[in-house]
């Protein structure tokens, strides 16, 4: 069996290799001489804490982590675990990136299930203190330790960790929305709206419209009974102490709204939609709103109108094609959803929109640059869109162009591919 230093056999090699004495050391590291003797010497010798692991390291020239993993066995002295310890070693773990040293803690950690309360409340110190992907490995670790599946501390860890993803890698992020969606009725209520919210903007990046109507329906009534629940208890002049959720409670009811009209408009029930669009397009009725909740109320008037010229060209009404561009131009943040309508709009009913396409293809363009995943989406779908159609116009080199382009970006974004199955009409045999 292969023999490894412990961390006082390795502070006294480089002591003995340095020829420093205690006193000397003493002065270069800040610690007091009788104090780091007793590290040492003591029988048992004294714990070492962090701080005095750090100051030894440093006094030392060595990186910051160089002791860390000898630490580990340090945080179960005599076979305990110090949470006294434990808690600012980890801390320095998570500020350092050493998530080997943070597994092998929580692995021994959880040989002791009475710790996992103890390993939420750490994470969510880390989530609320911002550092939501840093929390994750903790939350990982109640998820696979919780004894009670139906409690909320399990479902709340499940939750965090959905929401600490980046939607970077939609496989990912989809596996992580399947793993979620059964625990989502456990959360406390303020949870559960951005986490349904959360759901159908996953689904959205997906085009997975069935899923998207279905929690789009069940946001906003969920929001609806949380409005009117809060609303009895006013008018019976109870005191109520407001839901506290991410987002203004006119949000999860307008996005609801806005979901399902999505979702009815992508699988072609455009009457039903335009039903759902009214339902959302005015919501300053909402008591209670504040100057966040007025924003709100703005912004899907904005979308509602914007989404109102869309079903009109969807049915084919070309002559709002103009007033439609006036308002893409009042409203510049909607130029990329717009043109995808335009060209789909096109591509339907043969229109020819190769103006409007020159006029903003380098501001389209713009948006592959861009981290947000939003406006990747819409160039991605742009790109599809344009693809057709350019066949469908006989310029079979830039669909061919605009295929690759759209092929090469879903494969660097590991995003799920809709088919592109583009029917060229037998009449456009002509080249560029």
């Not at 110190?125 to 109640?142: I, T």
Request: with cysteine; aromatic share 14%; proline share 3%.
């Amino acid at each position: 069996m292969e023999y490894a230093p412990t961390i006082r056999s390795k502070i006294e090699t480089e002591l003995k290799q340095r020829d420093y004495s205690f006193s000397s050391f003493s002065k270069i590291s800040g610690i007091n001489r009788g104090t780091f003797s007793s590290m040492l010497n003591s029988n048992p010798p004294k714990p070492i804490s962090v701080r005095q692991m750090d100051l030894i390291t440093k006094a030392l020239g060595y990186p910051e982590d160089w002791l860390y993993e000898s630490y580990i066995d340090e945080c179960f002295y005599e076979g305990k675990s110090h949470w006294k310890r434990i808690k600012p070693f980890l801390l320095r773990c998570v500020e350092l990136g050493r998530k080997d040293c943070i597994q092998k803690v929580l692995s021994r950690l959880t040989e002791d299930l009475s710790y996992v309360p103890t390993i939420f409340e750490f994470a969510e110190e880390l989530f609320k203190g911002g550092k939501e992907k840093e929390s994750v490995p903790f939350y990982a670790c109640v998820i696979e330790n919780e004894k009670y599946r139906h409690s909320e501390r399990l479902a709340i860890s499940q939750y965090k960790r959905f929401k600490a993803c980046t939607m970077s890698d939609l496989e990912k992020s989809l596996e992580l929305v399947l793993e979620f969606i059964p625990y989502r009725n456990l959360l406390p209520e303020h949870y559960q709206l951005e986490a349904i919210h959360k759901i159908t903007n996953i689904y959205f990046y997906l085009h997975k419209w069935d899923e998207i109507e279905k929690y789009g329906r069940e946001l906003k009534e969920l929001a609806y009974v949380i409005y009117t629940n809060q609303q009895k208890r006013k008018e019976k002049r109870r005191a109520t102490t407001w839901l506290h959720t991410e987002r203004h409670l006119v949000f999860y009811y307008g996005y609801g709204f806005l979901s399902v009209s999505t979702a009815l408009q992508k699988k072609g029930y455009i009457k039903e939609a335009r039903a759902e669009l009214e339902g959302y397009a005015d919501l300053s009725w909402f008591k209670g709103l504040d100057s966040e909740g007025e924003a709100d109320v703005e912004q899907f008037r904005v979308w509602a109108k914007a989404n109102s010229y869309t079903l009109d060209l969807l049915l084919g009404k070309r002559e709002s094609l103009p007033a439609y561009i006036t308002f893409l131009e009042n409203h510049p943040e909607e130029i990329s959803s717009g043109l995808v309508t335009i060209l789909e709009t096109a591509n339907r009913y043969d229109f020819d929109v190769d103006s409007i396409i020159d006029k903003y293809s380098e501001q389209i363009k713009r948006s592959q640059e861009s981290d947000d995943v939003k406006q990747l989406t819409y160039y991605y779908c742009y790109m599809y869109q344009l693809a057709i159609y350019h066949y469908r116009r006989g310029k079979i080199l830039k669909g061919q162009k605009d295929t690759l382009n759209y092929l090469l970006l879903s494969q660097q974004r590991n995003w799920f591919k809709p088919p592109i199955s583009i029917e060229v009409p037998q009449e456009y045999t002509k080249t560029d």
